[in-house]
């Protein structure tokens, strides 16, 4: 069975416990504090450890889940005891490249597999969109990670120079997507419904919108084409929140958040 440690039991780090548990992966979790490892173990039956040294021991994979000012220090501290010939090593920490990674892991991990993965916080629910860019010696590996990385969603596995895009697309912009249902739920209480109850209709219409052009396969002007009257109103309601800057304010964030 294919042994999987990961260093930090946070948000992501314990979501991705949790769904490689799921999946029958041999999970081994590490973390600087007991709390949130007891939960982990309670709940999914992983193994647990204080000793970041002692999870990476024999595992087959590496996650790092830490944030990213604690990384270089974690890689200082179990690079030395990782086999790099028969273990791969994968970071979630974002600004990290792989070539970053590699140099971090230090002269024993020349020939390293080594990955970098993106999930967005929907990993707790189980439906995170997550990249994975790997490097050369990873690429024998890309089955393993998109069935590995799937046990928390979907995963895709991208160049690394589109890391930057995805992350804006995806990670953060599980945030935007979150946006516009705020936004959405507010106008649906400024036309007479309860905050909770807008919240919940907009969810569901959210999730209709996403079924829909994932099981026609259209695009979603056509999608939209196929709601809106000759001047009806859906049309006007678009048209009013085109000349607010919808479409431009989306892509204007994406492009900020990419860094572009
Ligand atoms: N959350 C997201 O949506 C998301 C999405 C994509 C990527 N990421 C990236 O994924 C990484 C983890 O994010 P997160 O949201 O899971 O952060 P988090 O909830 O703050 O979890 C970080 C965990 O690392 C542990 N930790 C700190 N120092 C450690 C050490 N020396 N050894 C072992 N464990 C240590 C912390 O332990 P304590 O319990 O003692 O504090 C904490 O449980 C970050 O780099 C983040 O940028 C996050």
Same mark, same amino acid.
Not at 1 to 4: A, D, S
Not at 12 to 23: H, P
Not at 62 to 65: K, Q, R
Not at 146 to 159: E, L, N, Q, W, Y
């Given at each position: 069975?294919? !042994?999987?440690s990961?260093?930090g039991a946070?948000a ?7 769904? =490689? #548990?799921?999946?029958g ?11 949130? =490892?007891?939960? =982990?173990?309670?709940?999914y039956g ?6 970041n040294? &002692?999870?990476v021991?024999?595992?087959d994979v590496?996650?790092?889940?830490v ?7 974690v890689?200082?501290?179990? $690079?030395?005891a990782?086999d790099?010939s028969? %273990? ?5 920490v974002?600004?990290?490249t ?7 892991l230090? @002269?024993?991990s ?8 993106m999930?967005?916080?929907a @990993?707790?629910v189980?439906?995170? +969109? %997550?990249?994975?860019c ?9 089955? =393993?990670f998109?069935? +590995?990385?799937? #046990?928390? *969603? ?6 690394e120079r ?7 697309l995806?990670?953060?912009?599980? $945030? ?8 959405? #739920? ?5 036309? *007479? ?14 999730? *209709?919108?996403?079924?829909?052009? &994932?099981?026609q396969?259209?695009h979603p002007e ?5 709601v809106?009257t ?10 009013? +929140?085109?000349?607010?800057?919808? %479409? ?5 964030g994406? !492009? ?5």
């Open positions: 069975m294919i !042994k999987i990961i260093i946070g992501m780090g314990g979501a991705i416990a949790a769904g =490689l #548990s799921r999946a992966y041999s999970v081994t979790v590490s973390n600087r504090s007991r709390g949130k =490892l007891d939960a =982990l173990a309670a709940d992983v193994a647990v450890t204080l000793s040294v &002692e999870a021991k024999d595992a590496v996650i790092f889940a944030k990213p000012y604690v990384l270089p220090d890689i200082a501290e179990v $690079a030395p990782i790099f028969r %273990t791969a090593v994968a970071s979630l974002p600004g990290f792989l070539d970053d990674l590699r140099e971090a230090g @002269a024993g020349a020939d390293a597999a080594i990955a970098r993965v999930p967005n916080t @990993a707790a189980g439906r995170s +969109m %997550t990249f994975v790997l490097n050369g010696r990873a690429r024998s590996l890309e089955d =393993l998109k069935t +590995m990385f799937d #046990s928390i *969603g979907t995963t895709a596995i991208v160049d589109l890391f930057g895009a995805a992350t804006a995806c990670s953060c912009g599980i $945030a935007y997507a979150m946006r516009y249902i705020r936004a959405a #739920s507010e106008g649906g209480v400024e036309l *007479g419904f309860r905050a909770s109850e807008a919240c919940e209709y907009v969810c569901r219409t959210v999730e *209709g919108a996403a079924a829909l052009i &994932e099981a396969k259209i056509a999608a939209i084409d196929n809106t000759p001047g009806g109103l859906t049309i006007k309601g678009l048209n009013a +929140m085109e000349k607010s800057g919808f %479409t431009a304010a989306v892509i204007n994406l !492009k900020a958040s990419a860094g572009k």
